[in-house]
């Protein structure tokens, strides 16, 4: 009795140690692959979350110097247009008549067409008269105006606009006001020169004499054909 009882046992524990085997030899060659396999592919795809959450993010990056690239590029265009857009210069003049009480007796442009960098302000054959109108005023003045500039201390690419205006002013307020509308413009202005034309003493007294106030005014600015 106690042999089989044995003999029954010895089976059942070999039955439990070949069971237990096959069951680890199930998960050593076919479960735990899998499971490796599984994990590798999370791994992977939380790296390419990862990626992706970076590429986005150079990519937002990437937009908003975009963005501002072009911001800087229109307000540059603003400051230093492409053209000589002298008809813009005229129209600003007449709104800063409006603005301030002033008035723009004359204007006279001098196109130097050429580059800072080939420009000769002091040799008068390669200046170009202009003829516009302003404030119901034709002008066509020869003595063109000349800029002061030193052309070394600018971009060579530049070209040249010097314009210069005689305005009046019924008092210093009101011209000063003009002058600082200028300054104001997004476009580039350089004034060069200011010369102030003032009533005298005997003027002040004289109740018929004019005692508006006179400026001559010589502004430089410019332009970049070819801006991109």
Known sequence: MNKLTSSKNSSILLLTALVAALLFALYYYLLMPKLNE???KASNI???QQEIASIEGQL???DEEQSELVTNILTMRKKVPETRAIEKIILAM???EEVTGTRVESL???NYDTTVAQSEVTEPNMLEKAETEV???QIADENLPISSIAKENLPNELKLVTFSLEVTALDFKALESFLKEIEKLERVMKTDTINFS???EQDQLDKDADLTLKA???VTTFYYEGQQ
């Open 46 to 48: 939380n790296q390419l």
């Open 108 to 110: 006279n442009f001098n």
């Open 198 to 200: 003032l009533p005298g």
């Open 135 to 137: 404030s119901g005023e």
């Open 38 to 40: 599984v994990e590798a």
């Open 216 to 218: 001559t005014v010589q």
């Open 60 to 62: 937002s990056t990437l």
């Open 94 to 96: 007449a709104e800063m």
